[in-house]
């Protein structure tokens, strides 16, 4: 047999092997979802947005179990495969999360677990029986360390158990549950789990730089700082761009509609309407701007010790849908002093695959970048 034919062979086998997963990134308006070949690495199959009615999730909080069930089983509809298992790299709600830098001994790996518990303890306002944590060793860059530097992520187990029971019930196979902004960083940073770091694909290049991605939704705005290839710290603002249409409709005593349309077109425009657009939204991003900057010394003064990691904070990407908000990269790089640019949710992934990225259009793929996440740690988790 060539290798060309056995080449195709094993791809025919895969595609009924190898469990196809979907990244859904879940939030209290919308389920995105984004979904691989399971035999083309980086080729998207599907991808889209399926609306949540408002009161079935309430800041992460999921109030109508059998309306979100029915929400999730109309977004496995519209991936296909209706009849065949299909695995689920989901978000969980930032809001509800904990997540934690600390330093452990420098104990062999398989004690790090029993070290953690104490500083879960003492780090975390739950008892640890009552959580459903993760962790992460960070890598020093440089050698000689005296100790480990771990990223804890907690949940209450309620919360956990409540979207897992969701995801299977509307025929999901529940393969990897995180951050939001853990996935967001995978997808424009190649930020990576230690585990994936393992595998030959890996996308984390382990950069010592820092950075910030910030992710603008329909009612927040996630802040996560990473460096050394790991999510460090995180942080949510009550800025989104429902707050920025407000503000827009009430300056300006125009429709909803109307301000949704001036929000796109216009943004942050000093001149428009005579300047009462941008004396509406300053406000609102000088709240950003605010918050970006605490963080940004919160780093300095506090975590840049990561051995071998950047000592500050060099760039910053944005994405979510409201990141297209024009003038707000040129507004806050002249608020903090750092470099600011759209994010690609792409990242690395021409070192992966010998196929093209896939086109989909760069204003929609920040909206997708926290489901372009997921589905690539999806792809890895198989």
Same mark, same amino acid.
């Given at each position: 047999?060539?290798?060309?034919i056995?080449?195709?062979?094993?791809?025919?086998?895969?595609?009924?092997i190898?469990?196809?997963v979907?990244?859904?990134?879940?939030?209290?308006?919308?389920?995105?979802?984004?979904k691989f070949?399971?035999?083309?690495?980086?080729?998207?199959e599907?991808?889209?947005e399926?609306?949540?009615?408002?009161?079935?999730?309430?800041?992460g909080r999921?109030?109508r179990?059998?309306?979100?069930?029915?929400?999730?089983?109309?977004?496995?509809?519209?991936?296909g *495969?209706?009849w =065949? #298992?299909?695995?689920?790299?989901?978000s969980l &709600? %930032? /809001?509800? *999360?904990?997540? =934690? #830098?600390?330093?452990?001994?420098?104990?062999? &790996? %398989? /004690?790090?677990?029993?070290?953690?518990r104490?500083q879960i303890?003492?780090?975390? &306002?739950?008892?640890?029986?009552?959580?459903?944590?993760?962790?992460?060793v960070?890598?020093?860059?440089?050698?000689?360390?005296?100790?480990?530097d771990?990223?804890?992520?907690?949940?209450?187990?309620g919360?956990?158990?409540s979207y897992?029971?969701?995801?299977?019930?509307?025929?999901?196979?529940?393969?990897a549950?995180?951050?939001?902004?853990?996935?967001?960083?995978?997808a424009?940073?190649?930020?990576?789990?230690?585990?994936?770091?393992?595998?030959q694909?890996?996308?984390?290049?382990?950069?010592?730089?820092?950075?910030?991605?910030?992710?603008?939704?329909?009612?927040r705005t996630?802040?996560?700082?990473s460096?050394?290839?790991?999510?460090?710290y995180?942080?949510?603002?009550?800025?989104?761009?429902?707050?920025?249409?407000?503000?827009?409709?009430?300056?300006?005593?125009?429709?909803?509609?109307?301000a949704?349309?001036i929000?796109?077109?216009?943004?942050l425009?000093?001149?428009?309407?005579?300047?009462?657009?941008?004396a509406s939204?300053?406000?609102?991003?000088?709240?950003?701007?605010g918050?970006?900057?605490?963080?940004?010394?919160?780093?300095?003064d506090?975590?840049?010790h990561?051995?071998?990691g950047?000592r500050?904070?060099?760039?910053?990407?944005?994405?979510?849908?409201?990141?297209?908000?024009?003038?707000?990269?040129?507004?806050?790089?002249?608020?903090?002093?750092?470099?600011v640019?759209?994010?690609?949710?792409?990242h690395?992934?021409?070192?992966?695959?010998?196929?093209?990225?896939?086109?989909?259009p760069?204003?929609?793929?920040?909206a997708?970048?926290?489901?372009?996440?997921?589905a690539?740690?999806?792809?890895?988790?198989k």
């Amino acid at each position: 047999m060539s290798a060309m034919i056995r080449e195709r062979v094993v791809q025919w086998a895969d595609r009924f092997i190898r469990l196809p997963v979907a990244g859904l990134d879940i939030s209290d308006r919308s389920i995105k979802y984004v979904k691989f070949s399971p035999v083309r690495r980086g080729v998207i199959e599907s991808f889209g947005e399926h609306a949540v009615a408002e009161g079935i999730i309430v800041e992460g909080r999921i109030e109508r179990m059998l309306d979100f069930i029915a929400a999730l089983r109309e977004v496995r509809a519209l991936l296909g *495969s209706r009849w =065949r #298992l299909m695995g689920a790299a989901a978000s969980l &709600p %930032e /809001e509800k *999360s904990f997540l =934690r #830098l600390v330093q452990v001994p420098n104990v062999k &790996p %398989e /004690e790090i677990a029993a070290a953690l518990r104490w500083q879960i303890e003492g780090q975390i &306002p739950l008892p640890a029986e009552d959580l459903a944590y993760d962790y992460q060793v960070i890598e020093p860059l440089i050698q000689g360390v005296d100790h480990r530097d771990v990223v804890i992520t907690a949940y209450p187990k309620g919360v956990v158990d409540s979207y897992v029971r969701a995801l299977k019930e509307a025929g999901f196979q529940p393969v990897a549950l995180e951050l939001e902004s853990q996935a967001i960083a995978r997808a424009a940073l190649g930020v990576a789990p230690a585990y994936e770091r393992l595998v030959q694909h890996s996308m984390s290049d382990k950069s010592p730089e820092g950075a910030i991605v910030v992710d603008m939704g329909r009612n927040r705005t996630s802040i996560a700082v990473s460096a050394a290839g790991s999510v460090l710290y995180t942080v949510t603002v009550p800025v989104g761009g429902r707050a920025l249409e407000q503000a827009i409709a009430g300056a300006l005593g125009v429709s909803a509609e109307e301000a949704v349309s001036i929000k796109k077109e216009q943004g942050l425009a000093r001149d428009a309407h005579e300047g009462k657009l941008f004396a509406s939204l300053s406000p609102l991003a000088d709240m950003l701007a605010g918050e970006l900057a605490r963080t940004i010394a919160y780093y300095e003064d506090h975590i840049a010790h990561i051995h071998g990691g950047s000592r500050d904070i060099k760039r910053m990407l944005l994405s979510g849908g409201d990141a297209n908000l024009p003038g707000l990269d040129t507004y806050l790089a002249s608020r903090i002093r750092i470099p600011v640019s759209a994010a690609d949710p792409f990242h690395g992934m021409e070192r992966a695959t010998p196929y093209p990225i896939p086109e989909i259009p760069k204003n929609e793929s920040l909206a997708f970048a926290a489901a372009i996440g997921l589905a690539r740690r999806g792809q890895i988790e198989k």
